[in-house]
C-alpha cells in the first residue's frame, strides 16, 4: 500500500522559509509532485521532479522554491524561500504517474495528505 506522509508545513512571516518533506512508503519515488490549493481555488501545481532528477517549477514559484528528492531516504522536498502571503495554501505531494500533463492534479494517482502552509504579512 503507498503512503504519502507530508510534514514540515506552519506559520511564517513573509519573507521567511520553510522546508517540506514528503515521505514514502510502499513504492519507490519516481516522478512527483507537489501541488498547493488555497481555500476556494483549484488545486495547481507547484513544482515537479522527474524520475531523472530534471525539474519544473511554477512560474509563481520560480527563483524562490526548489524541489529535491533523496533516493536513499525515499523523501521528496520542497524548499520555500521568500515566501509571500499568496503562497498560503495547504501542499500536497503525489506520485504514480497516470497521464502525460505531470502539472495536472489528474495525472496522479497517489497523495498525501496534504500540510497547512500560512504566511503572514
Known amino acids: 500500500q503507498v503512503q504519502l506522509v507530508e510534514s514540515g508545513g506552519g506559520w511564517v512571516q513573509a519573507g521567511g522559509s520553510l522546508r517540506l518533506s514528503c515521505a514514502a512508503s510502499g513504492c519507490i519515488f519516481s516522478t512527483s509532485g507537489w501541488f498547493r490549493q488555497a481555500p476556494g481555488k483549484e488545486r495547481e501545481s507547484v513544482a515537479v521532479i522527474r524520475w531523472t532528477g530534471t525539474t519544473y517549477l511554477a512560474d509563481s514559484v520560480k527563483g524562490r522554491f526548489t524541489v529535491s528528492r533523496d533516493n536513499a531516504e525515499n523523501t521528496v522536498y520542497l524548499q520555500m524561500n521568500r515566501l509571500k502571503p499568496e503562497d498560503t495554501a495547504a501542499y500536497y505531494c503525489?506520485?504514480?504517474?497516470?497521464?502525460?500533463?505531470?502539472?495536472?492534479?489528474?495525472?496522479?494517482?497517489?497523495w498525501g495528505q496534504g500540510t497547512q502552509v500560512t504566511v503572514s504579512s
Open positions: 503525489a506520485t504514480g504517474v497516470t497521464g502525460r500533463d505531470l502539472t495536472s492534479p489528474a495525472g496522479y494517482s497517489y
